[in-house]
């Protein structure tokens, strides 16, 4: 994202927790700090790309004084009420905030075609429109901050979800002997089919789940996550929690760090 924003034009200062991750983009020619509030400090808006809520109010709040007359964007994926939160604690250290979780990974952060789903007020949406832009074709104000998060979290619940269903189709027709491209030719001529099913076939065939955009670890968080925003609105989510347990099983095998296509290993025993 950091080499995207400056590909487009941004002058970018980049921090991270994992310093050595730093190195590629300081011979990229991006500057770089050891310290979050440097960067906050130093820039009109900072974007955080973090694993979780815990993770963004440890960055922001190390120095919260960094925080004064400088906007955050929060573009991680993060339940609705832990992003209010945060925008309580920032605007209280004098900042402001906003957020704008994305759907995509790093194929689509290069090419510039994230779905961008922003949270924000529409004076908000119109000065960051440049920034949103350089991510994705049309970003959508989706309401007030706490919009975009839940937003994120229900197409999140779509990819653990699916991915599980398919996993449990898939099985059963090799386990049954089935041509498996007859099968396929089926679904995807039928109302059934989503693109995802074709995008992680390979890996869940050959069980290469290697080099992830999506780890399985990053997958348990959301559907986690999924759960508690439903059922706090009263919503039965027992589904979305089998699939959190799907999930917890591939993770338990050993699968934290693959790609959340692993999953199939724990719907399908070898």
């Known amino acids: 994202m950091a080499l995207k924003l400056q590909a487009d034009g941004f002058e970018v200062m980049a921090w991270n927790r994992t310093l050595k991750k730093l190195t590629p983009l300081r011979e990229a020619g991006i500057e770089t700090t050891e310290v979050a509030g440097g960067a906050i400090a130093a820039c009109d808006v900072t974007i955080t790309m973090l694993s979780d809520a815990a993770a963004t109010e ?8 960094a925080l004064a007359e400088r906007t955050i ?11 209010r939160l945060l925008k309580q604690q920032v605007e209280a ?5 906003l957020e704008a ?7 689509e952060v290069k090419d510039g ?8 007020t529409p004076e908000q949406f119109e000065q960051w429109m440049p920034v949103f832009k350089c991510f994705g074709v049309e970003p959508q104000l989706m309401g007030p901050v706490g919009t975009a998060a839940a937003t994120k979290l229900a197409m999140n619940q779509l990819i653990g979800t699916l991915t599980s269903a398919f996993s449990m189709s898939l099985g059963l ?7 498996l491209e007859k099968f396929m030719t089926l679904v995807r001529a039928s109302a059934l089919y989503a693109p995802q099913f074709d995008k992680k076939l390979g890996r869940m065939c050959d069980r290469n ?7 399985t670890k990053h997958l348990l968080k959301d ?3 999924f759960v508690q925003a439903a059922e706090n609105k009263d919503i039965d989510a027992r589904v979305a929690a089998g699939v959190s347990a799907i999930a917890q099983k591939a993770i338990s095998q050993g699968l934290a760090n693959k790609d959340y296509s692993s999953i199939y290993s724990a719907v399908n025993p070898d």
Do not use: K
Not at 101 to 107: A, F, K, Q, R, Y
Not at 173 to 179: F, H, K, M, P
Not at 209 to 215: C, G, R, S, V, Y
């Open 73 to 83: 964007l929060q573009m991680a994926t993060i339940a609705p009420e832990e992003s």
């Open 58 to 65: 440890s960055a922001l709040f190390a120095d919260a004084s």
């Open 93 to 97: 250290a004098g900042g402001t905030y």
């Open 209 to 215: 789940f290697e080099d992830p955009n999506f780890p």
């Open 101 to 107: 979780p994305v759907l995509g990974s790093t194929p």
């Open 113 to 120: 075609s994230l779905i961008v789903m922003v949270g924000a």
């Open 223 to 225: 559907m986690n996550l």
């Open 173 to 179: 027709v090799q386990r049954e002997g089935l041509d």
